[in-house]
């Protein structure tokens, strides 16, 4: 087969499968073979593109246009004008003008974004090993092996290039792998059960760049010492478990998994666990508890998973977006990763934005860029005109920041120095109309919900916080508010994991910047 | 007990399911979302089932089961819609859909239709926040619900 003329990449992922994309996809092989340009054009999916809430998005290669909200009504005219003519249908392109690089395809969400997790996303065909070979996939690995570079190398280039864990927490990477116990059995375990409300970006990791966490796993393994790795992904989550169950299997077929990786004699595997819809699993030792086939109650620390984890045997535990950063610094070097970010956050981070900003998506950018920049440069604003109220930065688990708060750079220690949390990286956007009050209830009710039920703390404190509110809100003064504040900080002092120690920090932020609101607030009955 | 259930083909399955993670470690949760699969929820005669088969105390199995928000152990209707109540659903409206199907269905969260067709359950966020409000009837999403379209998506299910 020569090479093909033109590309056309169709996204495939939740969001425009139901927009009809499947069926977008087979009008255009109908459409190109119709026009007999079969031989020259190639159709092909991809993963996620990061444009969240356009319908179906194609982007057409070597020109790199492209098209929002196509339907199978438009698939004739992109054809006969574009393919053949030559002429982009101006009408939904989002770009004017040919665009050879993606990074100026005209999105605001793509453009000026300097992605290294997201690199592939979105250009690669998720499902062909062939394909993220062509775009750098396994280099790293090759690297390691062929210039045999030490685990403890590995390690040290990890810790020097000031890699910190993207679930939230923002510890060290490398540093954490260092105090993993030696011992024969170690796990590497990969926490993919992305359950905080508002974020979906390792989701897009893992529907369209999978071989990048699979090289990542298989480095991390190295560099501990685990021959097994687990990938723990949220039940939902059933395209992104299809797609890496496949990776998984063409890995293993290419000797890149298995007892002896592409020749040598370093093995490792990695298994799929699907989880169930539990939040407090993503607390680290409740996820392996889960693993373990059991209810997800977190575990007493100390002893830290590292030393006592799945199996009772040391276990690192890590983020999706954490492992999709491996690769790229053992081939780039921990030098080239700090060049982005900041002092002490090195490197970019993902976000999923969403809620009333004018166009919602998923943006990589460096650390430390501020809140406005995001909002108003990368997600296109308030939408409707409308001005800009507050944002809940890090899901449930997070704090509203208010618009003294936009120019605080988004990395873990100067929001934390505002009393925020980068956590996983969501940010719901919310604009002059949005209630504070009603917001904040909804997450204390999750809470409520998702309390696991383990520590007595968190099992009566959840609930009393909703009590509270809604006694606050329904006929009560402002000694509810006090009383609030109090049983949430009491919580944080006396839960035995993060789910309870975390309601203070939606709850604190809001009183802080809205105190008024509350004061102000009539009952609008919220039903449960 | 065992030889009268093997003969429903249900159980057979199952039963082939759990023969199937014999070497696996820690393969409870597994075999519970296949058994899910099978049974469509999880009765306690199931979960004795596979309490026996795979030699774990059924006060254990029962306590794994009721600890997930995706394991079942009432009956379902033909259809389960669940609702997202997100942040980010919460925020476009999702208090609206479930008000909306309370009209179109007459049952509330947790409720089953008396015609078995659908239930209504509630889940904390679908991971599809940027089409919020959703809803997800069995394995389909649906997103930017007004009335219109919930009421032109339940006519796709009602039969």
Partial sequence: MKPARSLVLIEIEEDSLLAGAKAVEQAFSDAIKEQGLDQ??????????????????????????????????DVPEIVSEHLLKGRPVKRLQV??????????????????????????????????????IGVGAYQALERVLTEEISPKSVIDEVINSGLRGRGGAGFPTGKKWSFTAPGDEKYLVCNADEGEPG????????????????????????????????????????????????????????????????????AFD???????????????????????????????????PGQVGLRGKPTVVNNVETLANIAPIILNGAEWFRSFGTETCPGTKVYTILGHAATPGLIEVEMGTPLREIIYKYAGGIRDGKGFKAALIGGAAGAFVDEAGLDVGMDYDSLRDYSAVLGSGAILVL????????????????????????????????????????????????????????????????????????????????????KQEFLDYTDVSMPV | ??????????????????????????????VLHRAQEIFGYLPPEVQQFVSQRMGIPPSKVYGVVTFYNFFRTVPQGKHVINVCLGTACHVKGADRVVEILREELGIGIGQTTEDRQFTLSAVRCLGACGLAPVMMIDEEVYGKLDRAKIKHVLQQYAS
């Fill in chain 1, 40 to 73: 020259e054009v190639r159709v092909a999916e991809t993963g996620n593109l990061g444009i969240i809430g356009r319908g179906v998005v194609v982007v057409i290669y070597p020109e790199g246009t492209t098209y929002v909200g196509v339907t199978e009504a």
């Fill in chain 1, 95 to 132: 770009c004017l003008g040919p665009c050879m690089d993606r990074e100026k395809a005209g999105i605001g969400l793509v453009r000026d974004q300097p992605r290294i997790v997201l690199k592939n996303c979105g250009i690669i065909d998720p499902e062909n090993l062939q394909e993220a």
């Fill in chain 1, 199 to 266: 974020t979906c970006k390792d989701r897009l990791i893992l529907e369209g760049d999978p071989h990048r966490l699979i090289e990542g796993m298989i480095l991390a393994g190295y560099a501990i010492g685990a021959k097994k790795g687990y990938i723990y992904i949220r039940g939902e989550y059933s395209l992104a478990i299809g797609r890496m169950e496949k990776a998984i299997e063409q890995a293993r077929a290419n000797d890149l998994l298995g007892e002896h990786i592409l020749g040598s004699d370093i």
């Fill in chain 1, 270 to 304: 990695i298994e799929i666990k699907k989880g169930a819809g539990a939040y407090v699993c993503g607390e680290e030792t409740a996820l392996i508890e889960s693993i373990e086939g059991k209810r997800g109650y977190p575990r007493l620390k100390p002893p830290y």
């Fill in chain 1, 431 to 514: 604009d002059e109309d949005a209630s504070i009050v009603e917001l904040l209830r909804g997450i204390l009710n999750f809470f409520a919900h998702e309390s696991c039920g383990q520590c007595a703390t968190c099992r009566s404190g959840t609930g009393r916080l909703v009590d509270i509110l809604d006694r606050f809100c329904s006929d009560g003064n402002e000694d509810d508010l006090d009383l609030l504040l109090r049983v949430a900080r009491l919580m944080h002092e006396a839960s035995f994991c993060p789910l309870g120690q975390s309601p203070v920090l939606p709850i604190e932020s809001a009183l802080r910047a809205f």
């Fill in chain 2, 1 to 30: 007990m065992n030889d009268v259930q093997l003969k429903n083909p249900m159980y057979a399955e199952l039963d082939r399911v759990i023969d199937s993670y014999r070497d696996a470690k820690g393969p409870l949760i597994q």
